[in-house]
């Protein structure tokens, strides 16, 4: 591997990638033993460092200790898997119903971030064209603290089947405040070597050669070679 002097270690280079291809979304293998307060608190701080356009850091983070709070949200998450499962006929209907989509009672943390639509001001730098980057730099925040916790040993699950108005209303956030992420964490009996999903047959990854283009849309790389490069890093990377 070349390296050059702002290069990491071998043995950090290699942790960097190995959190990055063992992070999974987890929903089944909470166990109940608290996350230390220490860990937590540097699982918070590697999101607070996520890059934002324009250092506008839009995002608050919601500990969520009421098991009335998590109630409510079990309740909303309930309601809306009921109305996505109608999505699906048959067979595919029975396996949507059979997945395990969230740990909201089981996990020992419950973590919203969200964000402040309006920090920073009307104007600010880099926002200009594209208004979306603050939801795009929270979502940033989101795979930072996922990284860190997979160093950590801690699991993640993101409870993306929520209204995210309902939810609002649940935590009582401001107007101008967007729920993007809401969060179970706790740690795990295992990790999956594979994502839930391709594990279930729901679906597999795709292959990056075939989401490769050159210049413009789908034309060719210029280097030929790069197709052969990226099937010997997917070799390499791949789960044993």
């Known amino acids: 591997m070349s390296t050059n002097e702002h290069s990491f270690s071998d043995a950090e280079r290699q942790g960097l990638y190995r959190a990055i291809h063992e992070r999974r979304d987890v929903r089944a293998q909470f166990k109940p033993d608290p996350i230390p307060l220490e860990v937590l608190a540097r699982l918070l701080h590697a999101a607070h460092h996520a890059p934002s356009v324009g250092f506008m850091q839009p995002w608050d983070f919601l500990v969520i200790d009421s098991p009335a709070v998590r109630r409510a949200v079990q309740a909303l998450f309930e309601r809306e898997n009921a109305r996505a499962a109608e999505n699906y006929q048959g067979e595919r209907a029975a396996q949507y119903r059979r997945l395990k989509l969230e740990g909201i009672l089981e996990s020992p943390v419950n973590l919203c971030i969200t964000c402040d639509r309006g920090r920073g001001g009307p104007h600010v730098l880099g926002r200009n064209s594209i208004v979306e980057t603050d939801l795009f730099s929270t979502c940033l925040a989101v795979q930072n603290l996922w990284l860190a916790a997979r ?69 060719a790389p210029a280097a030929p070679e790069l197709a052969a490069a990226l099937a010997a890093s997917e070799a390499n990377s791949a789960p044993s």
């Open 151 to 219: 160093a950590e040993g801690v699991g993640v699950g993101w409870v993306s089947i929520l209204d995210q108005g309902q939810l609002a209303d649940i935590l009582k956030l401001p107007d101008q405040v967007y729920p993007v992420a809401y969060l179970c964490l706790g740690y795990v009996s295992e990790f999956q070597p594979r994502p839930e999903l391709e594990l279930q047959g729901w679906r597999s990854r795709l292959p990056l050669t075939d989401l490769l283009h050159g210049d413009t849309w789908g034309e």
